[in-house]
């Protein structure tokens, strides 16, 4: 089972869109053809961004509740830079692991129907403690010069599994493993330049935005509030 941390909050009304949340690595395969060894090759050459991204989410339902909370660390090599723009599309794989510290993760959920026993069963769990986990980031970041706006879209997959506590209503308290994902930026893989960010210059990227659900995914997640530092350098 893995864990959807941060899920993206975007609309689906197309058959694209829906490719988008569904397999957001496949359609990452789409936006950027460059190999390993091309990314690679380039990274010294053309610098990276670096930096920290904040990310919380919080939802409060009578059969759901969530509060997230985690600080990522990345380092996003350029694969094209002109004067008029700063990319960097990576897949997995491409460009370094994230070190990504999940400092709070706690989520409820109660039954939409009642078991055998006319009872609605609740599942309450919380992380074990808080840990600081590598992830594999996929992902893309344009940066438009002359608009001076930039756009991010940024997905991660961590290595290993993040430990819980939870207990459920019938069966008690148990201990469980779970990959963890994260989806941050402003937009789903394709759709990210839908709504770019300003930027005073392109050697530091810092934006507040927060990322609000859609029809689709209102009632069962939260506003992602999110907050990112990169800067551009080798």
Known sequence: MRHYLLRPQ?????????AFA???????????ACSISGVQAQTSKLGAYSGSINVS???????LRLSTRATVKVKLPITERDSSSISAEFLSGEAPAASVLISQWDTFHKESSADSGGQFNTTTCSLAAPVEIPMTP???LNVDLKAK??????????????????????SGASRKKSGITLYIGNGAPGM???NPLPINEPGRLSAKYTLMPTPDTQGEHGPIVQEWDLRLGQ
């Open 22 to 32: 569904a397999a957001p690595l496949a359609a990452m395969a789409l936006l950027c």
């Open 138 to 140: 996929t992902g893309v």
């Open 192 to 194: 990210q330049s839908m």
């Open 57 to 63: 989410e919080t939802l409060s339902r009578p059969n």
């Open 10 to 18: 975007f609309a689906s009304a197309t058959s694209r869109r829906k």
């Open 149 to 170: 706006k930039h756009a991010l879209s940024l997905t991660l997959l961590s290595t290993r599994d993040v430990a819980f506590n939870c207990t459920h209503s019938r």
